[in-house]
């Protein structure tokens, strides 16, 4: 493609992109972001996709691309491409020209780039993606070039199509092996592109899941670097999510213990610890929903009811609450005995604390009351519970 020719096309996507990004970040922050804001503070290409990729939380389905998901999500992909190829400083002109087009400019604008894609033949994602996994194939290539090709990967994998093509072209067997790269960075990438790929999506779950690397990533959310850790335990998340093999596999390696570590560690990063408990809470919902699961029992270990227990005690709110979540969907869970809850857990007394401490907050009063009625229900559920525990002593897995 010719140099102007190129510039033209980056110069319409980037008009259509800004307006998509700007308005989705805009919703987000209730209006008090100016569109501008974006492009003021995207210096380069990885502040740029740090600012078009929210913060990755598995509960949450991935929606960057805003209003425009879905028919546009090829143009991700091919502005991630063709970003890696120009000069950031023109894009950067070219984008804040872009901020001052209306509305119906920037329609007419985005049917204007559909037509010239249609007549320049701009590649295919799936070109697009073998363009990167035979970068990724190619050990001669600089560590740069070896960033910039995980990073197109990771944003072309979130089409659900072009994750189910991911592995016909060589690309999981290309990026599982980055998981052993010595760089703490391509690492990290590589482990979030495999999160995203597999998330709620069953075939590349199992395709990922035959390569055997549930044990490597979990030796990941060790390490030192905390988002490497944080995007293991993303990747281990939304591969067992929903996955009856996973979680076997999973609970089999001692998946349980992993997250009592963490959720039992003070000196570690809240954010994996919203993580665990979050995949606790997953876990218990999924085994209760398979009839006849004898795994259940690993959900409702001691250790880890405690560790989910303590959990509620935290001074963030959030984590608080994700932890209250977790309790509710462990007591749902027959194999989780009420009398570990309220002897060894002290469940009883600590619900009670945080609702004494829910009655002196007063400036989250929304906040609060959802609280109040979660701990209810939590409440209700483990008092019906304990009577039950109570009338039939040690009958509780015929539930
Ligand atoms: C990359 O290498 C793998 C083998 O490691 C191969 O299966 C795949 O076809 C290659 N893909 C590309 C696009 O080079
Ligand atoms: C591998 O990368 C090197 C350095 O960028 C390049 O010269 C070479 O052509 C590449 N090989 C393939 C097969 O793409
Ligand atoms: C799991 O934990 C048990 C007891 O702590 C230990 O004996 C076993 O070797 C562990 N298994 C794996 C696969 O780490
Ligand atoms: C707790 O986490 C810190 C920081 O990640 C780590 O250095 C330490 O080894 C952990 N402690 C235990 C007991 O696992």
Known sequence: MGKSLLTLALCLLLSAYVSASASDVEHRANKSSPAGILWATAK??????????PEDDYAVEGDASGEFAGGFS?????????????????????????????PAELNKRQLELKELMEKLKIPSDAELMKIAINDLNNSSISLEDRKRALNELLILVEPIDNANDLDKLGG????????????????????????????????????????????????????????????????????????????????????????????????????????????VADLADYQQEISGAAKHAVVSDQLLLKAVVN???????DLQEKALQAV?????????????????????????????????????????????NLISEIQIIFHRKSEKNAGFMGSNLKE
Request: charged share 25%.
């Open 44 to 53: 380069d290409k990885s502040d740029l996709l740090a600012a078009i990729e």
């Open 74 to 102: 090829s143009l991700e992909g091919m502005l991630q491409w063709a970003i890696g190829h120009s000069d950031p400083e023109k894009l950067k002109d070219k984008a804040s020209d872009a901020q001052r087009l209306s």
């Open 172 to 279: 999981l067997v290309a990026v599982v092996r980055e998981l052993d790269n010595s760089d703490p960075e391509i690492r990290t990438i590589s482990a979030w592109i495999l999160g995203k790929a597999c998330q709620n999506n069953a075939l590349v779950q199992n395709q990922i899941l035959a390569l055997g690397v549930l044990t490597r990533l979990m030796k990941m959310v060790k390490s030192s670097s905390r988002e490497e850790a944080i995007k293991a335990l993303f990747a281990i998340s939304t591969l067992i999510r929903n996955n009856k093999d996973g979680q076997e596999l999973f609970f089999s390696v001692n998946g349980t213990l992993m997250l009592q570590d963490i959720m039992s560690n003070v000196s570690i990063d809240i954010r994996l610890q919203k993580k665990a408990v979050l995949l």
């Open 311 to 317: 959990l509620l005690s935290s001074n963030d709110l």
């Open 328 to 372: 509710k969907s462990l007591l749902q869970l027959p194999s989780t005995d009420a009398l570990d809850l309220k002897n060894f857990c002290d469940l009883d007394n600590v619900l009670e604390r945080i609702q004494e401490q829910l009655w002196e907050m007063k400036d989250h009063d929304y906040y609060a009351e959802e609280m109040k």
